[in-house]
């Protein structure tokens, strides 16, 4: 499941931390929009790719919207 699911959005996500020149250390806040953020299998995924950060699904229609405001 990882390998065909997971494993391109864990690839574009390196790419863009790379361009960005941050780690995923250095980042405090994700917020989880869509429907299959709500699983917990992705959400232990992200929490493990990103072990420092806080995250967010208070509010996953506004969420995109609180995204762009940050």
């Known amino acids: 499941l990882f390998q065909k699911t997971l494993q391109p959005v ?3 996500l390196h790419e ?3 361009k960005a020149n941050v780690t995923p250390d250095q980042i405090g806040t994700l917020i989880l929009t869509g429907g ?3 699983l917990p299998f992705f959400q ?3 929490q493990e790719l990103f072990p420092h950060a806080q995250l ?3 509010d996953k229609l506004g969420s995109v919207g609180l995204g762009l405001c940050l």
Request: aromatic content about 6%; overall charge negative; glycine content about 6%.
């Open 16 to 18: 863009c931390l790379d």
């Open 56 to 58: 967010q699904q208070d």
């Open 10 to 12: 864990v690839g574009s």
């Open 36 to 38: 299959s953020t709500a």
């Open 44 to 46: 232990q995924v992200w």
